[in-house]
């Protein structure tokens, strides 16, 4: 089975930055879709960033473009969400998913634990 184990979350003030790391294992990484999701509670499930298993083209919902970068790393099986001109907005629980197709769906198949972002103004 597949397992995502994010780590990288914390306490950040505004305008600073903080790299999510995701970890991989169950399968073969290559052959899945990697992404990020977020979540404030009481509001639905925000779509955040995503590449491609070939890692070749990325994916940023509007509101982190430009300031997030999502990448993977096969030899060690990690995904990475960099991020930076952090906002209070930003705060949320980040959850790393997986889909073993080209492209994250609107409801991936498989989604980790979920690491705590809080940014302070």
């Known amino acids: 089975q597949v397992q995502l184990v994010e780590s990288g979350g914390g306490l950040v003030q505004a305008g600073g930055s903080l790299t999510l790391s995701c970890e991989f294992s169950?399968?073969?990484?290559?052959?899945?879709?990697m992404g990020w999701f977020r979540q404030v509670p009481g509001k639905e499930r925000e779509f955040v960033a995503s590449?491609?298993?070939?890692?070749?083209?990325?994916y940023y919902a509007d509101s982190v473009k430009g300031r997030f970068t999502i990448s993977r790393d096969d030899a060690r099986n990690t995904v990475t969400l960099q991020m930076s001109s952090l906002t209070p907005e930003d705060t949320a629980k980040y959850s790393c998913?997986?889909?073993?197709?080209?492209?994250?769906?609107?409801?991936?198949?498989?989604w980790g634990q979920g690491t705590q972002v809080t940014v302070s103004s």
């Open positions: 169950g399968d073969t990484f290559s052959s899945y879709a």
């Open positions: 590449l491609t298993r070939s890692g070749r083209t990325t």
């Open positions: 998913v997986a889909d073993r197709s080209l492209l994250v769906t609107a409801t991936p198949k498989f």
